[in-house]
């Protein structure tokens, strides 16, 4: 499982108009705290659209059914989000990601 980014990123890495974007999927397993994977990479050393691709995966497979569970809901979902900020998140990537998502659903 743990080699699911690499694999990713050797795929899209040669297509032309994906490469600029391979990082965000080599990289969107690191944690903020430097506990990810493939590289141990922390903080500010994960460039800032694998964090974002981080938060919304993460809110994605947690509210997506799977064969093994149900979804969490978008309320769990985003109390696991905010549980997350700083060790496995980027902080203020979900702050604004909750901020956008509650936000859209007042309007």
Known sequence: ?????IIGYNIIVHI????EIAPLILYH???YNGQGYP????????PLGSRITSVIDAYD?????RPYRKSLGKEAA???LIRGSGTQFDP????????I????EST
Do not use: C
């Open 1 to 5: 499982m743990k080699v699911h980014p």
């Open 16 to 19: 032309h108009f994906l490469s």
């Open 29 to 31: 397993q690191e944690w």
């Open 39 to 46: 590289e141990g990479l922390k903080g500010e050393e994960i």
């Open 61 to 65: 497979a947690m509210t997506s059914d």
């Open 78 to 80: 985003v109390e696991e």
């Open 92 to 99: 203020r990537v979900v702050d604004v990601f909750v901020y």
């Open 101 to 104: 998502l509650t936000t859209a």
